[in-house]
């Protein structure tokens, strides 16, 4: 396996140059360049892709970063760079902030065939997240929402599963339909036919999500879907250049589950969605079974967020090519107890006081 590093140079000054999603683009904050893509991929002089071998693992090295860390070195100044976790898949130095993108990382079987590039830039997590919050904020843990915490937002590029598959099955259902109804004295007799109403047919989904990372949360990355597939590119390291990614530690087999249920959830509401006409539908039996399923490996961006409140940690992520928030806020408890009841209370006793002063 590669085990090595690049790092993307603008061609014009060689400063770092990583992919902006405000232009879509490779951008230089230096000289204002802009380059695309392809530009990047034609051998430029000083626009070198270097690649370095991870350093070899001694028993200093690991006292000193621990088992799950490694140590590179920065093609753009010769320093070391450390990363947190075996699943990081960039990186940044310390020394001279280049982006670094871990190739080794991503190679051989771990290499995704398709990114989802950052349409959603810094600013706008940063500006979209504060109007999230803004309604909100009377209820919300102090400093939460300030400007210190928004600037502890970062961009990650997480691994997902996309799954292609068929869907065959059917279901049963006991319907009633109301022939009339007559009022008779104090009583309305109605008259309903019922009916034993037959479904069945092969459905065929396309990339059904499910994140690849044990480090991503299911329920969190769930709420912020659904992402737009036309957007999808074939996977380049380039996109990577000056935002964190993850290499993927769930494998397909273990996602079977979920993807299975997603599918013939679905299933089952398109076929009881087919019947139509009757006052109530109740399905009594249903028989639906995934078959030829396929994945593809794809990389999404997200910006995250967490916040620690009362030794509780609080994620939130923002789609970041959608814009959608998911997350769970974190409320102060007593200020709504002071809302929820206090207001109330402090309302009735001015209606009482204001009672006394007319004489009610």
């Not at 959608?324 to 974190?330: D, I």
């Not at 102060?332 to 006081?353: D, E, Q, T, Y």
Request: proline share 4%; glycine share 8%; net charge neutral.
């Amino acid at each position: 396996m590669d085990n090595g590093i690049v790092a993307y140079k603008c061609p014009a000054c060689g400063a770092s140059l990583p992919y902006s999603a405000e232009t879509a683009d490779f951008h230089c904050e230096y000289c204002g360049s802009h380059f695309t893509k392809e530009q990047l991929d034609v051998p430029i002089q000083g626009n070198t892709y270097s690649a370095f071998e991870e350093q070899p693992d001694i028993d200093e090295k690991q006292k000193i970063f621990g088992d799950a860390n490694r140590l590179y070195v920065c093609p753009g100044c010769g320093a070391a760079v450390i990363t947190e976790t075996e699943l990081s898949a960039s990186a940044e130095c310390y020394y001279c902030h280049s982006p670094v993108v871990l190739s080794g990382r991503l190679s051989g079987e771990y290499r995704p065939d398709l990114i989802i590039p950052f349409k959603k830039s810094l600013d706008d997590a940063k500006s979209q997240f504060a109007e999230w919050i803004k309604r909100k904020k009377f209820f919300l843990a102090k400093g939460f929402g300030s400007p210190e915490t928004l600037d502890k937002i970062q961009g990650v590029y997480i691994p997902f599963w996309l799954a292609d598959c068929c869907v065959e099955g059917k279901i049963s259902a006991s319907c009633t339909k109301r022939v009339s109804s007559v009022r008779r004295g104090d009583y309305i007799y109605v008259t309903e036919s019922k009916y034993i109403v037959d479904r069945d047919g092969s459905l065929v989904f396309r990339r059904i999500p499910a994140d690849a990372s044990s480090r991503a949360d299911d329920a969190l990355m769930d709420s912020i879907e659904p992402f737009d597939y036309n957007s999808l590119e074939q996977f380049d390291l380039s996109y990577l250049s000056g935002h964190n990614a993850l290499r993927y530690d769930v494998p397909k087999e273990q996602i079977f589950s979920r993807v299975s249920t997603r599918a013939t959830d679905t299933a089952e509401e398109i076929f009881r969605g087919s019947i139509k006409g009757y006052d109530s539908v109740t399905v009594t039996g249903k028989d639906i079974k995934i078959t030829n399923i396929n994945y593809k490996q794809a990389m999404l961006p997200m910006w995250f967020l967490t916040f620690k409140y009362k030794e509780k940690m609080f994620f939130f992520a923002m789609n970041g090519q959608t814009g959608k928030f998911g997350g769970t806020l974190p409320v102060n408890k007593a200020k709504l107890a002071l809302f929820s009841f206090g207001i109330p209370i402090g309302v009735m006793l001015l209606f009482h006081f204001l009672a006394m002063l007319i004489g009610v």
